[in-house]
């Protein structure tokens, strides 16, 4: 079965479901989108490691990446290769320098993995036909809205970050670090960045 390359599109709250984050992969050659419904925890996982934020200390995916350094064992590649009942299923890839063997993974997790191991993502085409959504130019605005530092979802929380200087936002970013509040790292480097 031929295989079809995606990419991470965005990250955003999910408007369906409270508490949840919609995670928007698409193909690298095509208009088509799969959007994925993914809990808090595996959606800050991902966020991190795209906005290359470093945790004081390892997280649960960076603690796997560094244990399977440590063995030698790689993962490949991550394949989405079910979709039942509204649920997605997935793979790892792995290769220990001897045997390549497959790991069942939920795809919120497995996503996470793929950024730490710089490894591609793949789905099949039935999982694309299936639960795919077709962009257009309409339906594109709709997806840069999910990006994860969209104006429409963090512009309250930057205002409160405008009356600090730089020195301080500085601070707060050790700060937040420190204290494994992500999210709000992310919004602070975010103002860091506007600034500069």
């Known amino acids: 079965m031929e295989k079809i390359k995606l990419e991470i599109i965005g990250l955003s709250y999910s408007q369906s479901q409270s508490g949840a984050y919609a995670l928007i992969l698409g193909e690298t050659e095509g208009n088509r989108r799969l959007p994925i419904i993914i809990g808090g925890f595996e959606a800050q996982a991902i966020a991190i490691e795209l906005e290359k934020i470093k945790p004081t200390r390892p997280l649960t995916h960076d603690l796997f990446r560094n244990f399977a350094d440590k063995f030698g064992i790689v993962i490949t590649e991550v394949i989405i290769n079910k979709f039942h009942e509204g649920v997605f299923y997935s793979k790892l890839?792995?290769?220990?320098?001897?045997?390549?063997?497959?790991?069942?993974?939920?795809?919120?997790?497995?996503?996470?993995?793929?950024?730490?191991?710089?490894?591609?993502?793949?789905?099949?085409?039935?999982?694309?036909?299936?639960?795919?959504?077709?962009?257009?130019?309409?339906?594109?605005?709709?997806?840069?809205?999910?990006?994860?530092?969209?104006?429409?979802?963090?512009q309250g929380q930057q205002d409160m970050f405008e009356s600090h200087s730089l020195s301080e936002l500085e601070s707060m970013l050790s700060k937040a670090i420190e204290n494994e509040d992500y999210e709000k790292a992310s919004l602070i480097r975010d103002e860091i960045k506007r600034r500069k």
């Open 93 to 154: 890839v792995c290769f220990d320098g001897e045997k390549t063997l497959e790991i069942d993974s939920r795809t919120s997790d497995a996503v996470a993995l793929a950024l730490r191991f710089h490894c591609p993502i793949y789905t099949y085409e039935q999982i694309m036909s299936t639960a795919g959504v077709i962009m257009n130019e309409d339906t594109q605005d709709e997806i840069t809205d999910t990006e994860p530092d969209t104006e429409k979802d963090t």
